[in-house]
């Protein structure tokens, strides 16, 4: 019963943090985080009982999903070299200069455990990306990098984390062994999502009920996942090409009802996932800090800061080499590709927050395994550091850098409904023969959608241009 009772009290505190977080307009990562801290403050406050080896299965498969549903495969396929240079080829280095700053500070500490730890912030979170840009106008290639690199980086992250873990617990490790692993790993892990994800696209095209079909795709990812895993390839790449081959056939498979409502239903429960792993740790931490105890917190907040600052600092430095050295190299990128400002480049350098996935890959690990509360304790160190710090500075930084409208994905929905318009129009005079006596009515319908036509081009006849008491009826009748 104190398992209910507390789960009730966490979902509670996420309501209220959440609040507090749309009333003074910061993205509610932070807020959940900041409020997590707060909370392990508190004295003798119980904690959840985690298994550990059930933390990426309850967590992962349902968040990684719906960033990859509402991802355009157009936009995702255009963009794949820059996604790929940051979501295999940072994420590796990222391992690999974390992992050796820590063992410089920690001499103590295991190559394996180090290398594990980083592999553990490596990849950037999809959702808290996503919360602090969402409402910034940003260009559709820039935002669709940073969507890509989140699906794809934590998959290598999560790979290249298990080959850490299985190496500190056996003591063995083979560079060759594990990169031919690695590759069977991906592959693997994209069939059993693309076969998965067709599959439950056969079966939801039987179904014909809103209700049903989501009840089906509630189970999508988590079969993805653990059929994968069970096959022991990538789960979550499974699940990301799951997601990427049910979004590709959507519009074909699903009523728009479906589509609007199984919308709402993934936001909600990517939320109130990310406000129960934000608020746990939060609660472990007395724990954590008590297992530490032979070490001052001074000692242990100046490590967090400084593998935090490296961190920061091998993205920032990836970035501008990664886009503008295969323009160099390559003609073809020259003449395809415009290239890419140095204001996006920074964005994209400074976008490099952690979250979930970290969080629930540090409390994966084994407990028997070396050094494990001062990885977890310092995976939230860099959580905070790059939410806060490079969370609360995006938005004036995007000011600064004067990036913002995407003018091109505007001029394209433009055209589309006028279009649609159009057409509405032509097939409007073939019903209207149908019934010649109802011309006035007919009137008023042709007129409203010229109108609504002549509304989209603001060189023609615009809304504001139209006499303030239409405007006013206009404006009561939307109301």
Not at 73 to 81: E, H, L, T, Y
Not at 123 to 142: C, E, F, N, Q, Y
Request: glycine share 6%.
């Amino acid at each position: 019963m104190l398992l209910v009772e507390l789960i009730v009290a966490l979902l509670l505190c996420a309501v209220g943090l959440a609040w507090l977080a749309r009333r003074w307009r910061v993205p509610y990562p932070i807020v959940l985080t900041l409020g997590g801290i707060a909370l392990s403050l508190i004295p003798h406050l119980p904690k959840l009982p985690l298994d550990p080896n059930l933390v990426l299965v309850i967590f992962l498969p349902p968040v990684l999903y719906p960033a990859a549903f509402l991802t355009s495969w157009r936009d995702f396929s255009r963009a794949i070299r820059p996604i790929s240079l940051l979501a295999i080829g940072l994420v590796i280095a990222t391992t690999l200069i974390v992992g050796i700053a820590l063992k410089w500070l920690v001499p103590d500490i295991p190559w394996a455990a180090a290398f594990a730890f980083g592999a553990i912030i490596s990849p950037p979170d999809a959702v808290a990306a996503t919360a602090i840009l969402g409402t910034m106008k940003l260009s559709r290639r820039t935002v669709t990098i940073l969507e890509g690199e989140s699906l794809v980086n934590d998959a290598t992250g999560l790979v290249l984390y298990k080959f850490a873990v299985a190496a500190a617990l056996s003591g063995t490790f083979s560079i060759a062994g594990a990169s031919g692993q690695f590759v069977v790993v991906a592959i693997g892990g994209v069939l059993v999502g693309i076969a998965v994800g067709y599959l439950f696209v056969l079966l939801h095209k039987h179904l014909h009920d809103s209700l049903i079909e989501i009840m089906l795709s509630l189970t999508l990812p988590y079969t993805a996942y653990l059929l994968a895993e069970t096959l022991h390839v990538s789960g979550v790449l499974a699940v990301v090409a799951a997601g990427l081959v049910r979004a590709r056939h959507a519009p074909e498979v699903f009523s728009p009802q479906t589509r609007l409502l199984g919308r709402s239903v993934w936001q909600l429960i990517v939320f109130v996932l990310n406000s129960l792993i934000f608020i746990m740790i939060g609660l472990q931490l007395p724990e954590t800090l008590a297992a530490l105890g032979n070490r001052s917190l001074t000692q242990l907040l100046g490590w967090g800061l400084a593998v935090s600052l490296v961190a920061m600092a091998v993205r920032m430095a990836w970035v501008y080499p990664s886009a503008y050295i295969p323009r160099l190299l390559s003609r073809r990128i020259r003449e395809k590709e415009a290239k890419p400002p140095w204001q996006m480049v920074t964005l994209i350098g400074w976008c490099g927050m952690r979250g979930i996935v970290s969080l629930a890959a540090a409390l994966a690990l084994p407990a028997e395994f070396p050094f494990r509360d001062l990885i977890i304790f310092l995976t939230f160190c860099v959580i905070v550091a790059t939410l806060v710090v490079q969370g609360l500075t995006m938005p004036p930084l995007i000011r600064a850098l004067k990036i913002g409208a995407d003018w091109k994905s505007q001029e394209e929905e433009r055209s589309a409904r006028t279009k649609v318009l159009q057409a509405a129009l032509r097939q409007f005079d073939s019903c209207a023969v149908d019934h010649p006596t109802a011309k006035v009515t007919s009137d008023l319908v042709r007129e409203e959608y010229k109108q609504r036509i002549e509304s989209l081009h603001p060189t023609r006849l615009a809304f504001h241009d139209q006499p303030e008491s239409m405007q006013n009826l206009r404006l009561a009748l939307v109301a």
